[in-house]
């Protein structure tokens, strides 16, 4: 069995490398990055397992990276994690016609998101948490 990549694009420097850190030690292949254009282009080269994504970003949001994803056949149906600060009535209005997607509010607790990372890549369906 292949590794799963998991591509992460956050502006929170500690954050990120806390997460990629904690992931690589699961096992995943983990990309980073600090904004959006270049999660873009990661993502295009890489061609990612899941996606975990900064709502607000510099050089583009994680909503317009995946709006842009989704129109890249060969990762269109990737699975996407948005992890934010913001107000959740606000986000959820932002991405509520994005599919195959899931918003954790930060602060998150690092079981829930290892939790969501596991059921986006076995196929589940996730559900806002």
Do not use: W
Not at 37 to 53: F, T
Request: with cysteine.
């Amino acid at each position: 069995m292949s590794t799963a990549t998991i591509l992460i694009a956050d502006d929170d420097t500690a954050l990120l490398q806390a997460m990629e850190c904690r992931l690589e030690s699961l096992g995943f292949e983990v990309f980073t990055t600090q904004d959006g254009y270049q999660a873009l282009a990661i993502a295009r080269r890489e061609h990612p397992d899941l996606l975990i994504l900064d709502i607000a970003m510099p050089a583009g949001s994680g909503v317009s990276v995946l709006q842009r994803i989704r129109a890249i056949d060969e990762i269109a149906d990737v699975p996407v994690i948005f992890i934010t600060g913001h107000d959740m009535c606000r986000v959820e209005r932002e991405t509520g016609g994005l599919t195959n997607a899931v918003v954790i509010q930060k602060p998150f607790d690092t079981g829930t998101l290892i939790a969501t990372i596991h059921e986006a890549l076995e196929g589940n369906p996730i559900a806002s948490g």
